[in-house]
């Protein structure tokens, strides 16, 4: 059934070779802006939710 759309479709052979780019892109822009990131900023929003700060702002607000 599908094979019928997809050979009216021109080009069709390209779709998934610019899908795969775009994908790898993504991931590879992904890796270098994790790989960048300051530690202290990580450690920090992974203390977050731990810190009695961040509670005492919560119980404030209500």
Do not use: A, T
């Amino acid at each position: 059934m599908f094979k019928y759309y997809f050979e009216q479709v021109h080009n069709v052979e390209v779709w998934p070779i610019i899908s795969l780019i775009i994908f790898f892109v993504f991931f590879v822009g992904l890796i270098g802006y994790v790989w960048k990131m300051r530690k202290d900023y990580v450690e920090h929003m992974g203390d977050l939710p731990l810190s009695d700060e961040s509670l005492n702002e919560f119980q404030s607000q209500e």
